[in-house]
């Protein structure tokens, strides 16, 4: 079947916007997850949905950062006021359960902030 | 708290070659270990799981890895190299108890693969 998608593959943004990052997870999948991949830091946990309800938040690197989840469904991060720090490879994932179950990624959204 | 340390951050082999990538891990709790595989430009792909059933993990493309709880190891090994295996692998653990679900990885091995 279908396996995680992720849109925009690339995005390219200038210093201070507003960018918006899509994930859809695999069908019947309850928990989707957010990672970033940068140079410096490797790869992030930065948050995690169980169906629509996000309890752990602690990966957020700062309050410009947000995501939601409708429907159990489609995901969206979004970076405020973004600054070149920003820059990497915003990676989701899916499982069918939460607690120690494989987790399936997409293939990523590269986001370069000018 | 969980971490990884993957030791190698490059391994170059020769086609038909044995490969060994080594990953040592730390955590309170017995763990699940992982290895992931990312090929240039596309997503995380897993390759194998450890979940305490049994210590030799056979995992896709003929790799497998052994748990050694005493070494508190996880090496990723494979008997003949091809150049398709040619990527960055992760090493990868997850929490213990209520938040197994956040994987704390490690800093990737790149792995080539000379004809």
């Known amino acids: 079947g279908a396996g995680v998608s992720q849109s925009p593959s690339n995005k390219v943004t200038e210093k201070g916007k507003d960018v918006e990052l899509r994930c859809d997870p695999i069908s019947g999948h309850t928990a989707l997850y957010w990672y970033r991949q940068s140079l410096g830091q490797g790869l992030e946990f930065l948050i995690y949905f169980q169906g629509n309800s996000a309890p752990d938040k602690s990966g957020l690197p700062s309050d410009r950062f947000s995501a939601e989840r409708t429907g159990g469904s489609v995901s969206t991060l979004t970076i405020q006021r973004t600054q070149q720090e920003d820059s990497a490879v915003y990676l989701c994932?899916?499982?069918?359960?939460?607690?120690?179950?494989?987790?399936?990624f997409g293939p990523g959204t590269r986001l370069t902030v000018l | 708290a969980q971490s990884v340390t993957q030791l190698d951050s490059h391994v170059s082999v020769s086609e038909g070659t044995p490969v060994l990538l080594r990953c040592n891990y730390s955590s309170s709790y017995s763990p699940s270990l992982f290895w992931y595989v990312q090929h240039p430009n596309k997503g995380l792909q897993l390759l194998l799981k450890?979940?305490?059933?049994?210590?030799l993990v056979k995992g896709i493309n003929g790799f497998e890895a052994e748990f050694k709880k005493s070494e508190t190891s996880f090496h990723l090994t494979k008997p003949s190299a091809h150049m398709s295996d040619a990527a960055e692998y992760f090493c990868v653990v997850s929490a213990s108890g209520g938040s197994n679900y956040k994987l704390t990885f490690g800093k990737g091995t790149l792995l080539t693969v000379n004809p």
């Open positions: 450890y979940t305490s059933a049994a210590t």
């Open positions: 994932a899916s499982s069918y359960y939460l607690q120690g179950d494989t987790q399936y």
